[in-house]
C-alpha cells in the first residue's frame, strides 16, 4: 500500500505557501469553480456526496453538522487552529507549509455556508504558522480571493486571525467561542454554547477543511474512490516517538495497518531497540502492546482495535511509538501533568481528580508507591469515567480522555506499575533525551 | 402541561422547567453546588447528576440544565448517580481544607452537608493539600481560596445581578480560585450577597470571624428597615444580640438579595450611645428621670402651656403603621391638632437599580408609604417637614413632639438653628445625639428590631416586622410611649400589642392592610424561604435534613 497524499501533495514543493506557487499547482481553480457555478449548495451537495468527515479526532459528517445552518446561513465561521495535543502536529505542519490550501479551503466553506465573517483562532505556539497564514490571508486578499464583492460575484468574506491566549482546552468548540469572546477558555454545556457574541457559529477543524478545495476541484466521486464506504478519503497521520522516521503519513482511511504505518512508513523502532507501546490515536486513546498493531487505520474497525477486549479511540492521528527506554508510569505521569495542567477547573472530577492521579503517580515512580496505590489509580480513573464510557462527571471529554489513558495504562503494563512498587524505584533504563531522527517525511 | 416520571411517582409540571428545581418543588432533593435559580447554570459542580431514560437507556444528565420533557422518566437515586455523587464530592474535598471547626461556614455549609449525606465517610487523598493564604477581596469580604471549590456562584452574581463584574476566576485545574482583577475591588453595594451565596466557606464576612457558629444563632423573619424597599430578611440572634441580617427569598420584593447597606446597617441597635433612662432638662439641668415622671413632664406642658395651633407632631418614617396609628389619634384626638409631619431620611442619590432590577431605594426610611396611608385613614395629611420648619421660624409653632427611630442624626445647620427655636421640644429616639441634647425631654426608643408592627413598602406591599430582640433595657417600643402619652393625654386606649392597633387599621383602611397582623406573615413576607446557607434553610422548611440537624446532632 502506497502513501495517498491529498493534502500533503504539494507540501514538498519550493515556495508553495506563496500564492504564485500555488496557482501554478491549480489553487483557487477549486474557489473559481465554486463561484462559476454560482450556488453556495453546489458546495455543500458535493461535501455531502463526498461524504467528508470531520478529522479533528470526532469523525462526524461535516454535511450533517453543517445542515442545521443551511437555510439561514452562518454568520461566523470558526476554524479551530488551536491544535495542541502533544503528539499531533498536522495543522500545525499544514499551517506553516500549504497556508493557501488552508485559506482556499475556508474561502469555500464560507462560501457554502454563506458565512460573513471567518474567524481563524489559532494557537499563539504557532507563531510562524500564524504569520504564515497572515501573509496568505493577504496575499489571498490582493488577489481579490476575499474582502467586498468577491470577483465580481457579490460574495464577501473577511477572514481574521486571533491568537488564542495559550492552552488545550479550546479544542472544546465552545471553549474556543467563549475565548474568542474574550472569557475564560471554558466549555460550555448544551446548544446554548454555540454561539458566538450572541449570534450562531460554527466550529470547523482546520485540517478538515483543507480537504474541500480537492473535493470541489475534483469531485465527490475521485474522492469516494480513497478510503471506506463510510470514511472515504485519506487521513494524516503523525508519528513521532522513537521511529526512525517521524513525520505526517497521509494514507487512504482503512487502507493499511498500524503496523504497516509504524514499520514500513516510520522505519520501526530505532536499531537496537524493540517496540514496547503505541499510544495509537492521541493520547486519549488507550495504549497498545505490540501485538495489538494488526488493526486497520479506520475508526470503524477501533472498537477494539488487537481483535482483544481492549477498547480503543481512532481520535486525531496521532501515533506515538515508544521503545524500551520508555518508562511506562512515566508516560502517565508525563500525561497526568498535561492534563493536569489544562484542564480549565470547571468540573472537580477533572480539575482535582487529575491533581490526584498526577501526585500519586509521581510517588509511584519515585519508587515510593504503595501497594494500594495501584487499586486507587485504577478506582479514581474508573471514577472520572469507566474505559471509554462517558460518565458525565466532567462537563467536556477532557477529564475522561486522560481516565481513560491511565487505565489503558494500568491494563496493559500494570506489572510495571506493579515492579515499580514492589522494587521501590524505577525498574527500566530509561532515555528521555530527544532523539534526532534519521529523516522525516516532509519537509520541516 | 407535561407529565414527568419522577423516582416511579408521576409529576404534573410544564414543558421547559428547569428539572432540578422541579424536583425540588416536589420535594425531592438533588444535591448540588454551582446551581442557584436566580443565575445562570454552568453545570460545572456535576453534583447534580440524575438519570434519565432516553432512546439508548439511562443516560446521566446534570438536572440544572435540563428542560422538562412530557413523558420524561426521571430517576433521583439510583446506584450510578449515587456513585456519581460520591466521586464528584470527593473530588471537591480534594483540596478542600478540613478546617470546619474553625470555618465560620461550619452549620450551614452546603459541601458539608452534601457530604455528610451523600459522601464518603473516610478521604482517600493522602498527598498534600495545596494551599493559599486568605486575602480581601474589598467590603469586608475575605476570600480563602483553597476552600474555594470553584462554583463560580459569586462570579456570575456580579456579573447578573450587580452587573458590575468586579470577581473572575483565575488559574486552572486543582488551582482554580475566585479573585478580583488587578486593580479593582469587589465594592459594589450588593457584595454582601457573594457570603451568602458561596456555598462553602470560601468567601466569608470579616466582621462575622467572631461570631457564634451558625447553630448557636436564632434566625428571626422580618423586614429590613434600611430602605423603603422592605427586603425581606432574617435577623440572627443570640442572646439578645444581633449578629447579621441575611435576605429571604421574595420573589416579589427582594428576590434572593439585599443591600449591604440593610446588611451592615443595624449596628447602632448595640451603640454605647443607646438611650436608656428618660431625661429631661437642657445642658447642665440635665437629669434622669422616671418614665412616668418624663411622660407626665412632656405632656403637661404640651397639652396645657401651648395651644393646639402651637403645636406639632413630627414623625421619622421608622414608626410602624400601628405606631403611625396611634401618632395621627394622639395628634388629632386629644391634641387636637393637624399638625403633623414627615421628616424622611434621604441621602440624596436617589434609586438605584441594578443589573437584574433589584433597587436600592433613595428614600432610606422604610415606612413613609405606611405612615401617610394611615395617616390618610384618619384625615390627617401628612406635612412636609420644611412647612414645619418655617412656621417654626416665624414662631407660630412653639412646641413640638419628634420621633427619631433610625439611628445615627446627623441635624443640617438649619434644622439645628429651628429646634434650638423652639420653647418646648420632646424628643423619642434612640442614640444620644445632637438632637438628644437639643431637647427639653427626652424619651428613650427603640429600633426596628425590637419592636412589631407593619411597614408598608414603597410599592404598597405591608409586611410585618418581628421583633427580634428584646427592647434595650429601659426604652419602651413607641407604640407603648404614645399610649401612655395618649393615656396621659386623657385618652382610653389599653392596647396590649401592636396585633390590636393593627386589627383597628384592617378595620379603617382594609385592602391591603386586610390580614398583616396574622402571625407576622401574609400577605406580606412571601413564601418565607430563607436564603443563606444556599438552599439549607428552604430545605428545613420543607422538612429535610437542614443545616443545623447534623451539626446540632453533635452537640
Not at chain 1, 534526532?436 to 519537509?443: G, L, N, Y
Not at chain 2, 440544572?64 to 474535598?93: K, S, Y
Not at chain 2, 440572627?236 to 435576605?247: A, H, S, T, Y
Amino acid at each position: 500500500m502506497p502513501e495517498c497524499r491529498l493534502l500533503l501533495r504539494d507540501i514538498d514543493i519550493p515556495d508553495i505557501e506563496r500564492i504564485e506557487a500555488y496557482l501554478a499547482c491549480g489553487g483557487y481553480r477549486a474557489f473559481g469553480k465554486a463561484l462559476a457555478a454560482g450556488e453556495p449548495e453546489q458546495v455543500m451537495a458535493e461535501v455531502k456526496a463526498a461524504g467528508l468527515q470531520n478529522r479533528g479526532g470526532e469523525w462526524y459528517p461535516l454535511a450533517e453538522r453543517w445542515a442545521p445552518h443551511l437555510a439561514e446561513g452562518v454568520h461566523y465561521l470558526c476554524v479551530d487552529a488551536s491544535e495542541g495535543e502533544p503528539g499531533i502536529y498536522r495543522d500545525r505542519k499544514l499551517i506553516e507549509r500549504h497556508p493557501h490550501q488552508i485559506v482556499e479551503g475556508i474561502i469555500l466553506a464560507a462560501y457554502a455556508l454563506r458565512a460573513r465573517v471567518v474567524y481563524v483562532y489559532i494557537r499563539e505556539e504557532m507563531h510562524r504558522g500564524r504569520v504564515l497564514l497572515e501573509r496568505a490571508v493577504a496575499e489571498a486578499g490582493a488577489r481579490g480571493f476575499l474582502g467586498g464583492n468577491i470577483l465580481g460575484s457579490g460574495f464577501a468574506l473577511d477572514i481574521h486571525l486571533h491568537s488564542g491566549a495559550g492552552g488545550y482546552i479550546p479544542r472544546e468548540p465552545t471553549a474556543l467561542l467563549r475565548s474568542l469572546e474574550g472569557h475564560r477558555a471554558e466549555p460550555r454545556q448544551g446548544d446554548g454554547g454555540l454561539t458566538l457574541f450572541g449570534r450562531p457559529a460554527l466550529v470547523e477543524n482546520v485540517g478538515t477543511l483543507a480537504y474541500l478545495p480537492h473535493i470541489v476541484d475534483r469531485g465527490a466521486v475521485w474522492f469516494r474512490e480513497m478510503g471506506s464506504e463510510r470514511y472515504p478519503g485519506t487521513c494524516v497521520f503523525c508519528v513521532s516517538g522513537h521511529v526512525r522516521r517521524p513525520g505526517l503519513y497521509e494514507l487512504e482511511i482503512g487502507g493499511g495497518t498500524l503496523r504497516e504505518l509504524i514499520q514500513k512508513f516510520a522505519g520501526g523502532v530505532r536499531a537496537g531497540h524493540e517496540l514496547k507501546g503505541v499510544i495509537p490515536g492521541g493520547i486519549s486513546s488507550p495504549v497498545l502492546r505490540p501485538e495489538e498493531l494488526d488493526v486497520r487505520l479506520s475508526p470503524e474497525e477501533w472498537a477494539v482495535p488487537g481483535g482483544g477486549d481492549f477498547p480503543g479511540a481512532f481520535g486525531g492521528g496521532g501515533v506515538i511509538v515508544m521503545d524500551d527506554t520508555t518508562c511506562m508510569v512515566d508516560t502517565a505521569l508525563n500525561l497526568a501533568r498535561f492534563y493536569a495542567r489544562e484542564s480549565c477547573g470547571q468540573c472537580p472530577a477533572c480539575g482535582a481528580g487529575t491533581h490526584w492521579l498526577q501526585k500519586v503517580l509521581e510517588r509511584v515512580e519515585k519508587g515510593e508507591g504503595r501497594r494500594e496505590d495501584l487499586e486507587l489509580l485504577g478506582s479514581v480513573s474508573g471514577q472520572i469515567a469507566p474505559l471509554l464510557e462517558p460518565s458525565r462527571t466532567t462537563l467536556c471529554s477532557l477529564g475522561e480522555e486522560f481516565a481513560w489513558s491511565l487505565l489503558g495504562l494500568l491494563r496493559s503494563f500494570g506489572e510495571e506499575f506493579e515492579r515499580h512498587v514492589v522494587e521501590g524505584r524505577c525498574p527500566i533504563e530509561k532515555d528521555r533525551r530527544i532523539k534526532v531522527p534519521e529523516t522525516v517525511s516532509v519537509r520541516f | 402541561m407535561a407529565t414527568i416520571t419522577l423516582d416511579g411517582r408521576q409529576v404534573e409540571t410544564r414543558e421547559g422547567e428547569n428539572l432540578l428545581l422541579v424536583a425540588l418543588e416536589q420535594g425531592v432533593y438533588i444535591p448540588h453546588l454551582c446551581f442557584h435559580p436566580a443565575l445562570s447554570a454552568p453545570a460545572g459542580c456535576r453534583l447534580c447528576l440524575v438519570e434519565v431514560k432516553g432512546a439508548a437507556g439511562w443516560e446521566m444528565v446534570t438536572s440544572c440544565d435540563t428542560r422538562i420533557v412530557d413523558g420524561m422518566v426521571v430517576n433521583t437515586e439510583g446506584e450510578r448517580v449515587a456513585q456519581a455523587r460520591a466521586a464528584v464530592l470527593e473530588f471537591a474535598l480534594l483540596n478542600h481544607p478540613l478546617d470546619c471547626p474553625v470555618c465560620d461556614k461550619a452549620g450551614e455549609c452546603e459541601l458539608q452537608e452534601h457530604v455528610h449525606v451523600h459522601g464518603c465517610a473516610v478521604g482517600r487523598f493522602d498527598e498534600k493539600k495545596l494551599t493559599q493564604p486568605k486575602k480581601v477581596l474589598g467590603k469586608g469580604v475575605l476570600l480563602h481560596a483553597e476552600r474555594c471549590i470553584g462554583c463560580t456562584r459569586c462570579v456570575r452574581f456580579c456579573d447578573e445581578i450587580a452587573g458590575t463584574s468586579e470577581l473572575g476566576i483565575f488559574a486552572r485545574g486543582a488551582r482554580v480560585e475566585v479573585g478580583v482583577f488587578p486593580g479593582v475591588e469587589l465594592g459594589n453595594d450588593l457584595a454582601g450577597n457573594v457570603v451568602d451565596l458561596c456555598p462553602v466557606g470560601a468567601l466569608t464576612d470579616g466582621e462575622l470571624a467572631v461570631a457564634p457558629p451558625a447553630w448557636k444563632l436564632k434566625g428571626i423573619d422580618s423586614i429590613c428597615p434600611g430602605c423603603s424597599a422592605g427586603c425581606n430578611v432574617r435577623v440572627d440572634v443570640q442572646r439578645g444580640r444581633i449578629f447579621r441580617l441575611r435576605p429571604r427569598v421574595n420573589l416579589d420584593v427582594n428576590r434572593y438579595w439585599m443591600c449591604d447597606d440593610g446588611r451592615y446597617g443595624w449596628r447602632y441597635v448595640h451603640a454605647e450611645r443607646r438611650l436608656g433612662t428618660p431625661r429631661c432638662g437642657r445642658g447642665t439641668a440635665e437629669r434622669s428621670v422616671s418614665w412616668d415622671e418624663a411622660i407626665g413632664a412632656a405632656s403637661q406642658r404640651l397639652v396645657q402651656q401651648f395651644g393646639p395651633e402651637s403645636i406639632a407632631v413630627i414623625c421619622s418614617g421608622f414608626q410602624t403603621n400601628e405606631e403611625g396609628f396611634l401618632l395621627a389619634r394622639l395628634a388629632t384626638d386629644l391634641w387636637r391638632t393637624q399638625q403633623l409631619a414627615l421628616w424622611s431620611r434621604n441621602d440624596g442619590r436617589g434609586d438605584v437599580k441594578f443589573t437584574d432590577g433589584f433597587t436600592l431605594r433613595g428614600d432610606r426610611s422604610p415606612n413613609t408609604r405606611g405612615l401617610r396611608e394611615v395617616g390618610a385613614g384618619l384625615g390627617l395629611e401628612l406635612l412636609p417637614s420644611e412647612f414645619i420648619w418655617s412656621k417654626i421660624e416665624r414662631g407660630e409653632i412653639r412646641a413640638v413632639l419628634l420621633l427619631g427611630g433610625g439611628g445615627e442624626v446627623e441635624l443640617e445647620e438649619r434644622v439645628r438653628r429651628v429646634l434650638e427655636h423652639l420653647e418646648w421640644l420632646v424628643v423619642v429616639d434612640i442614640l444620644d445625639s445632637e438632637l438628644t441634647r437639643l431637647a427639653d425631654v427626652v424619651l428613650p426608643g427603640v429600633s426596628a428590631f425590637e419592636k412589631e408592627g407593619s411597614f408598608t413598602n414603597v410599592d404598597g406591599r405591608v409586611q410585618w416586622v418581628r421583633r427580634a430582640i428584646p427592647p434595650l433595657a429601659g426604652a419602651l417600643p413607641d407604640w407603648q410611649i404614645l399610649q401612655k402619652l395618649g393615656e396621659e393625654g386623657g385618652g382610653e386606649w389599653h392596647y396590649k400589642s401592636p396585633l390590636e392597633i393593627n386589627a383597628e387599621i384592617e378595620q379603617l383602611l382594609g385592602g391591603r392592610y386586610a390580614g398583616t397582623g396574622d402571625g407576622g406573615r401574609e400577605p406580606g413576607s412571601g413564601s418565607g424561604q430563607a436564603y443563606g446557607g444556599g438552599w439549607a434553610d428552604w430545605l428545613q422548611r420543607c422538612g429535610f435534613f437542614g443545616v443545623g440537624d447534623h451539626t446540632k446532632s453533635s452537640h
